[in-house]
Nanobody, 118 residues
Framework: VQLVESGGGLVQPGGSLKLSCVAS????????VGWFRQAPGKEREGVSC????????YYSDSVMGRFTISRDNAKNTVYLQATSLKAEDTAVYYC????????????WGQGTQVTVSS
C-alpha cells in the first residue's frame, strides 16, 4: 500500500485545513488508518484513527472536538478535517495504514506540513 498525504499548508490561528490520505496502490478499506504528527524536537504523536469495522473513530485529547476523521472507501481515501487550529498544531502530519487503531503503522505516507501562524 502506497500512501500519499496532501492538504497541508500555512493557516492562521482559528483557521481550518482538510488533509487527505490517498492509497495510490492497494486497498485502504482493508486497514485502520491513523493520522500522526511530529513537531520539531518532539516525539511523534497519534492524533486520530479510524477503524475498518463500523468506522469507529479515536482522537487524542489535544484535538478532540476540533478534528474529524472520515473515510471514503470508494475513493481509497481517509480525511482529517482540522478546525480551530492553534499554533501548537504546527507539525508534519503523516497517515499510516494499521491492522487495528494504534497497533503500529504498517505503511506510512511521506507527510504533509501544517503551519499555524499569524
Amino acid at each position: 500500500v502506497q500512501l500519499v498525504e496532501s492538504g497541508g499548508g500555512l493557516v492562521q490561528p482559528g483557521g481550518s485545513l482538510k488533509l487527505s490520505c490517498v492509497a495510490s496502490t492497494g486497498t485502504l478499506a482493508d486497514y485502520a488508518v491513523g493520522w500522526f504528527r511530529q513537531a520539531p524536537g518532539k516525539e511523534r504523536e497519534g492524533v486520530s484513527c479510524i477503524n475498518t469495522n463500523y468506522g469507529t473513530t479515536y482522537y487524542s485529547d489535544s484535538v478532540m472536538g476540533r478534528f474529524t476523521i472520515s473515510r471514503d472507501n470508494a475513493k481509497n481515501t481517509v480525511y482529517l478535517q482540522a478546525t480551530s487550529l492553534k499554533a501548537e498544531d504546527t507539525a508534519v502530519y503523516y497517515c499510516a495504514a494499521e491492522y487495528n487503531c494504534w497497533s503500529g503503522g504498517v505503511y506510512w505516507g511521506q507527510g504533509t506540513q501544517v503551519t499555524v501562524s499569524s
